[in-house]
Structures are given as C-alpha cells and as structure tokens.
C-alpha cells in the first residue's frame, strides 16, 4: 500500500505502539464527536462509546486501505458508533427511577451561576428537538454547526455529494427552527437572547422586533450557508 | 395579517447581513407585519446562541488510561485470535491431506459416497470464508466440539426434552425456546449465542474447522472468537462470519442481521449480496431493520451471550420467578423472569437488574460464591405495586427533578451542617413522589437506608418536592421511587 500515513501502516500491521499513538493522537477529537452527537450525556456513557470506537478501529483497521484519509475514515466510524449507541439507547427499557448523581467537582449546581446552569437545560433542550431529526440530517446538523466541520469534510464522511449535504443541512435547520419556535422548553432560551441583548428588557425587544429591525444578534458561521 | 410560510433562506440570509441593502430593508419592512416571520428569525436567532454555547462547551474529562488498558487487552485477544486462526489453518490443511488420501481411497472402490463429497477441500473454505457445508461427512476424521447451556430462562427445549442449565450441546441438537424463555450457549472458547423468545435453532455443524447455525425461525445473537469459522443460515440467506458479534432474526422468508462487531457477509444462492462491517445493520426486502415485531429480538442491539470466558465453570445462579420482576438483566444479557432462570456468573462482586412491568429496574448485588447462589425475596429490593396508573415519561420525570436537584442538596447541606448528624453522612436515600392527575405533587415520602430519615431533612425535602410540577400524566396519578445519593462535598 502506498500513500499511508508510517503510523496507521504500522498499526494496521498489528504494532501495539503504533495503535497507541494513533489512538493518543486521535482521541480528544473522537471525544468531541462523540460528545457533540450524543448530546448532554453522563461521562461514563461518553467514555464506553469512545473506548467503542477505538476497538472498532482496532479490529477494521485491516480493511482501510487508504482510499480516503484515515481522519475521514475514522470520523465516519465514529459518527456510525455514536449512531448505534442512540439507537440501542432507543430500543431498550427506559428507566423510570431517576437516581440524582452524586455531585462532583465538575457538578456543582449549587455554587455555579444560574446562568450556567440555565444554559445547561436550554442546551438539553435543544439536544431533545436535534434528536428527533432524521439519522441523516442530524449528522449532518451535528457535524456542521456543533462541531464546526466544512460541507465537504461532512460529504466525504457520510459518503454523499457536498450538495446533498447542505441540502440535508438546510432542511435539518428549517425543522429545527419549527420545533423551536414551538417548544415551550426552549421558551426561556428566547427570553434569555432577548434579555441578553443591551439595554433592552424582554417585553421591550419583543415590542422593537416586532415594530422594527429585528435584534443585532448575529452567528454567521451557523446561519449562514453551508462551507 | 397574513399567515404564509416563512421564508427561512431568507431570514437566515438578513440575519447573517448577507444581502444588499435594499435585501435588508425589504426584509426588515416585511418583518415589521409578520409575526410568523419574526418567531421564524427568533429561532433562527435562539438556534444560532445555542450552537455557539454548545460549540464552546467544556468536553468531559475521560479516563484515557482505563481506556489504553481495555485496548491493550482487546490487542492480545487480537493476538490470540489470529495465533488461532493460524492453528486451525494447519488443522484444516492436515485434513484435507487426509480427506484427499481417503477420498482416493474411496474412489478406487467406486463408492457412492465418494461421488457426494464436493471438490473444494476444508482449507479453501478456511483460506476465503466460503460458505461451510453443512453435511459433515466432507471432514469424517475431525470430531464434533461439544458446548455447554451456560443460561436457562424458563421452559427451553433440546430435541424436543426439557433442557436445564450445564446441559452438553451436541452436532445436530436442535434449540427451543417458548415465548417466555432463552437460553444461551457456549460452543467453543469466547464463541457461542443466544436464542431470543420464541425461536427454534439447529446446531448444524459444531466442528473445529467451523460452526453452522441453522435458524429456523425467532432470533440468534452470535459472538464469535476472531478466527472462528461460524455460519448463520436463516432460510435462503447465509450470514458468513469471523470474529464478530452480531445477531440474525428471521420472521418468515424476511431476515435481519445487526451487526455489532467485526465483519459478515450476505449470502445468497452462489451470490454474495453484502458485506457489513460494524456497526451495521441490513434487512432482506421486506424486512425493516429500524424495529422489529419478532418477540424478545432487538435489531438494534445484539445480546452477549453468557459465559463465554469461562475458562474454568463458574457456579451458578438461580432466579426464580418473583412478583413483579418481568425481566432480569446480568452482565448485559436479558432474560424473561416469568419462569426460573438459571445462568453461569462469574466468582465475585455481581450486579443484576431486575425490570417490571414498565420497564423500571432496581439493581440487586450479589457476591457469587463458588457453591453458587440462589437469589432469595430479602436480596431484592422492594419494586413497589403502588396505584400507579398514569403514564409519565421517565424524559418528563428527569427534567423536573433535575431542574431542582440543587434544592435537593441544599436541604441536605443545611440540615447537615445545622445538626452535624454524623448518621447523614451515611444513609442513601429513596424519595416516593405520588403525581396527581395534573401533574401536581400528591404526596411524598423521604426514606433513609437505615430506616427513618432525618426529620429536618425529611421536612426540608418534603417540602421542596411538593412545590414539583410535573407535566399531566396520561390516563391517571401515577407514582414513583426517586434513590437519592446525596453526599457531603
């Protein structure tokens, strides 16, 4: 094989060490992937699925041979892993107890702003409207705009043209302003950007937007067209 | 006003300030009027800040290291396995040796058996993973493998007799199970299955040299060792494997495969239709793979089967049927509870989960002795009957008890640091929340492990979570149990 990155050869060969380094290499961004497509997600649970796909790249790193890059190949079994895992999340029993976490460093509700812990509900909540989006075009939302890939990174991971991605994306985002617009849950995330914006309370920029411009907030890189 | 679809291209365009001048104010005029245009741009808007929020989120912190100790491991099984395969390849070669001997043998007698056997020796199947013949006369001189019943849920059947757990699995034994039990079983080490519900299975070809399973009809999950030579055949599809997990479900001619580790193909006639790799699922026409019908089989997930690692026999442990318990769940494998259940586990520290009705668990843990272990009513914690009627997701019950969880532990934090009770340190806790019919807290009920709770504290959560509201369930009140671990910081 030529055109193969010395490590992945290695590691494809079988050599312990070169798996390791690819697997320190690659980590923290298999981690971001999987944790932006699960959503808010207990650390344990993040932690199975990345360990699930390194085993998974361990045992088919045999058959990638090279076609694409080996970050591409890995970032589509990543997103097949995570998909799995939702899935089978899905299908299984549901349970109804909810045991409360014992608070950690990290899950200090008491002493943290209410600002964070309000931004951590209305992120939940939006991760509940993504999840209901198609396999498809949640990929491709998730891939986009959370984790800030180009169109055509996102085209050669789920093997579809560049077109069809940004149509998947646009259509993802139409659906996603529909149920927001209708979800009570994300009700306060409205209030919260419309409180958020200088000198205004909310009745007073609801009262503007709706008399004249609408508010100066702006988010190119997840508004606007798709790279 | 007009009601109209809002433009979303559009809006999305003015609100990124990518249009002209004149774009912005047509938009800005239209705006002004539209309602549904402005809630339009509000998400937009809303849906912009929440993915930066999400894009700047702090990632979790993993442990790395646990994770390069489980993948240096799943490297020496990786080892072992192609060590293995390496073994079996010899085996196979030394075979056919043998086969051609006696099959020439046979030739020179102008034996009618000799005409059946086919051209294509062991070893090519083992050198390209063709399909395994069913018929075992091609390797006479190798002899079967012989497995084990490591699981036993309820009634499960071997050759139309009453099958019990340590059973010996032979060639040609054909698998049973009722509506209302599985079983599991072991048929050489780190490969067996396990058979869904209502299934019926036949262990055509147990041998060294490879394994075929012959479905003929519910669900088989299939973990195999890398370098085995195992065959699903599920009516007129074949699902070639090695070294993988993954499960076939056949309702009819409609077959299903999910695929949960490693590679099959898809076989049919002399055709090969697909070669999956994990994760993956595939369906014969007709067939969804999205859900199924077919009882007790989960496309989407693929069951472990039990004791696969079992090096030496590990004791037992006996369920039996407990009111209440519809199900049990032991080191990732599922069972019905409606009958007895009894299953190899290992020595040491065990968890199971125990599932009613609708689908809440409670976990049991055990210490499995190597005697063996029968689970007794005082080892299981109370699943309560209560007078729950309503239905109330466990999504719906999350979001409101999370969202006051940090009144929770401030009740916890000022009662401990007011009454310095050394026993609140020490107690778990169990909240049962009774819901009205609109969603209104009826009642509530703080108990400690240790018996009664803290009075202040009990009062302090009492009445924290009676000022709960919670979204009306459907079709009645409905109660439940919330364990409470709190702890001091």
Known sequence: ?227 | MSEHSPKTQALMAYDAEALSQAGQRRIEHHLEACETCQRELLAIQTYAELATEIRSAELPRLDYGRMELALRREARDQAKGSKRSVAWALLALAAAVLLGVVGLRQRGVDSPQASRLPERAPETQLAHADTLPVDSSVAPQEQPLEGELTAVAGVVRIANAQANLGDVLHEGDVLETGVASGLHGRLASGTGFALAPDSRLALSRVRPSGIVLSLQHGAVSNAVLTGTVYQVDAGAYRVVVRGTRFSVARDGAEVRVSLAEGTVAIERGDATLEVLHAPAEWASPGAETAATDTPGVDSASVERPIGLDMELRWPSLTLPPFPRVVAWEVEGARFPADALVALRAPEGELTLQAFDARGRAREVHLEMLPEGLTLTEAMLPRIRVGTTQGELSPEAIRTVVRSRQAALRRCYERVLRRQGDPSLTQAAYSLRVDVGVHGDVRGVELTASGGEAHPALRDCITHEALGWIFPAPGGGPVSFELPLNLSAR
């Open chain 1, 1 to 227: 094989m030529t055109g193969l990155d010395p490590v992945v050869e290695r590691a494809r060969e079988g050599d312990e060490a070169a798996f390791n380094q690819l697997f320190r290499s690659h980590r923290d961004t298999v981690t971001r992937i999987v944790y932006r497509v699960l959503g808010p997600t207990p650390e344990a649970e993040v932690e199975d699925v990345v360990q699930d796909v390194f085993i998974h790249v361990f045992r088919s790193l045999k058959n990638f041979r090279g076609d694409a890059r080996f970050t591409t190949w890995l970032y589509r079994l990543t997103t097949n892993v995570a998909r799995m895992h939702i899935r089978k999340k899905r299908s299984r029993p549901r349970f109804a107890d909810v045991s409360i976490p014992e608070a950690t460093d990290d899950d200090d509700t008491t002493n943290r702003p209410d600002a964070a812990t309000d931004r951590g509900r209305r992120i939940e909540a939006l991760y509940a409207l993504v999840q209901e989006l198609s396999e498809k075009k949640r990929e491709v939302l998730v891939l986009h705009d959370f984790e800030g890939m180009a169109a055509k990174e996102i085209a050669e991971i789920v093997e579809a043209p560049v077109l069809t991605v940004r149509t998947r994306l646009f259509y993802a985002r139409k659906e996603l302003y529909a149920k927001i617009a209708q979800d009570p849950s994300l009700a306060p995330a409205v209030e919260h950007l419309l409180e958020s914006l200088p000198g205004q309370s909310a009745t007073e920029t609801k009262a503007k937007a709706k008399s004249a411009a609408p508010p100066p907030l702006r988010q190119r890189h997840v508004t606007g067209s798709a790279r």
